[in-house]
């Protein structure tokens, strides 16, 4: 079980220091007119998806849950079965990287089994875009922060386009590849209470951010999760992998440069960097050891990606403040 805990902390933007001067970034209008920061990367697609690995899962393992006779996870909350997109989308990157590494098909039966089901309970908005919408009680924080019921997430938005994007480049079905094409129709939604969204731009200063958030509720503040914007970035990085979509590049750069930027704003010199940037969400949320060290490997990440050593250098300064 502790193969895939493993993998998922591997898988898993410093306020104007010197590196970051050296970094290009510009400001773009979003379609709300407002200037956006957004980085000027060109990026390395050779190093294939960050959620896959050459880790051969035994079939037995029940990291993420257990698998019924059709093939698809049960992922359980206090005893009761619940859809749960980003779990379920490790476990079919878990899946997938099995069946490329051992070729038995059970591997592939099981992830597309599972993300079958993640569609039959999705929902599309007016614009085409589809969302993954989380409909059990959730109240992190010891009841600090509520976040009623249905509630999105950015980061399962983001992991589940890879998903698709993996699923297509393994089978070559266009099935997935037209789900990968509506699901990244969601990045350009603008926020809206009470209705899906996860992008939200954000004053810093003199400057426009992008943010997109892990936790999107009727009436939540928005909390600015580091991880969950990363991975959110990293579906954007896949899906311009596959189409080269200058959309998507726009939306790495954004994501890219937010996380950049803000890197002081979670940082906590000499111990584990905040879990989330927004004041009311550090005191939700503190500064989890077991986190800190899976931002520090995702940063590592999109230096590869991007080729910006602001990225290497910060996780380095992660890795010096706790280990």
């Given at each position: 079980m502790a193969l895939l805990l493993v993998l998922a902390t591997l898988l898993g933007a410093c306020s104007q220091s010197a590196a970051v001067e050296n970094s290009p970034s510009a400001a773009v209008e979003n379609n709300s007119g407002s200037a956006v920061e957004v980085a000027d990367y060109k990026l390395d697609t050779s190093i294939g998806s960050p959620y896959l690995s050459t880790v051969v899962a035994p079939l037995s393992d029940k990291t993420w849950g257990e698998v019924d006779s059709n093939g698809v996870l049960q992922v359980k909350i206090r005893g009761e079965n619940v859809y749960h997109p980003v779990n379920s989308a490790w476990f079919i990157s878990q899946m997938i990287s099995s069946y490329r590494g051992s070729k038995d098909p059970e591997y592939l039966r099981r992830a597309e089994a599972t993300t079958r089901y993640l569609i039959l309970h999705s929902v599309r908005d007016e614009s085409g875009a589809t969302w993954f919408p989380y409909t059990f009680k959730h109240a992190p924080g010891k009841g600090k922060l509520d976040m009623g019921r249905p509630w999105y997430s950015g980061m399962a938005q983001g992991m589940m386009l890879s998903t698709f994007i993996n699923l297509y480049e393994t089978t070559g079905d266009i099935y997935w590849k037209n789900h990968a094409d509506r699901v990244f129709l969601s990045f350009k939604v603008e926020k809206q209470?009470?209705?899906?969204?996860?992008?939200?731009?954000?004053?810093?200063?003199d400057k426009n951010y992008a943010w997109?958030?892990?936790?999107?509720?009727?009436?939540?503040?928005?909390?600015?999760?580091?991880?969950?914007?990363?991975?959110?970035?990293?579906?954007?990085?896949?899906?311009?992998?596959?189409?080269?979509?200058?959309?998507?590049?726009?939306?790495?750069?954004e994501g890219a440069a937010t996380i950049r930027d803000h890197f002081e704003d979670y940082r906590r010199p000499g111990g584990p960097s905040w879990y989330a940037v927004a004041p009311f969400a550090k005191d939700v949320w503190k500064y989890p050891a077991s986190y800190h060290k899976g931002v520090a490997n995702q940063l590592t990440m999109l230096g590869r990606m991007s080729g910006d050593e602001t990225f290497t250098q910060q996780a380095e300064l992660l890795r010096s403040d706790h280990s």
């Open positions: 209470n009470g209705q899906p969204w996860f992008r939200e731009v954000e004053k810093n200063g997109f958030e892990e936790y999107v509720g009727k009436d939540v503040p928005s909390s600015h999760v580091v991880n969950g914007h990363i991975y959110a970035v990293y579906g954007a990085y896949d899906y311009y992998r596959l189409t080269k979509s200058e959309d998507a590049l726009l939306m790495f750069n």
